[in-house]
């Protein structure tokens, strides 16, 4: 279960700048997911688009997709399934607080691991793409690919 490849990219230079999106194998069971990034205007207003997508000649939607509002998401913690994908990502990153959110922006040595399994899920290879909104127009898109492999031994 790990990552197999990242893709960041701002849209808007104004208010986003990525320096480094990077993945990192740190042995052969752990990849390192390595994200900085500068918000460079004040942000207090962002809508998250969070889909799954599995591999199935190409990427085809699975799951989930799902929009939500980031800066009440933070005050209230409202979307159930957002809210077990940032437990998961919190202690790796310096997300952990409400609007606005202005600054650096980092994910540091974040790694999957099977006990992040929110659900069974088959083997294969799955991409959850993170589009950042504001004011309906896109400002970021990250894409987390990674390969999950059932382990049959373990049944
Ligand atoms: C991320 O994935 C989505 C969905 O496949 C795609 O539309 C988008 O272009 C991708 N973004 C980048 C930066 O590759
Ligand atoms: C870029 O972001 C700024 C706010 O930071 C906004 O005023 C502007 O409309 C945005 N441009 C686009 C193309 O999204
Ligand atoms: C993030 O990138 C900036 C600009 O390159 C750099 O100054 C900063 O030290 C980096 N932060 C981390 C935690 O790597
Ligand atoms: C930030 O982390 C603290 C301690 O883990 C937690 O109590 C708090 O609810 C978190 N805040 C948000 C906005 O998730």
Redesign the pocket.
């Given at each position: 279960f790990r990552f197999s490849n990242l893709?960041?990219?701002s849209y808007n230079a104004t208010t986003f700048v990525f320096h480094q999106c990077r993945l990192k194998a740190v042995s052969r069971d752990r990849v390192d997911m390595n994200v900085n990034g500068t918000i460079l205007s004040s942000i207090n207003d962002v809508t998250l688009h969070i889909?799954v997508?599995k591999r199935e000649n190409g990427?085809k939607p699975w799951l989930f997709n799902f929009k939500f509002d980031g800066c009440r998401f933070m005050r209230k913690n409202y979307v159930g399934i957002a809210k077990l994908m940032f437990n998961i990502l919190k202690d790796f990153s310096n997300l952990n607080h409400t609007c606005p959110y202005v600054g650096p922006l980092i994910v540091q040595g974040f790694y999957l691991r099977p006990e992040l399994l929110l659900l069974p899920i088959p083997t294969g290879e799955y991409?959850i793409?993170v589009r950042w909104f504001y004011n309906d127009m896109l400002q970021c898109?990250i894409?987390m690919t990674f390969v999950y492999v059932e382990d049959i031994k373990a049944r």
């Open positions: 893709v960041c990219e889909r997508f990427f991409m793409a898109d894409n």
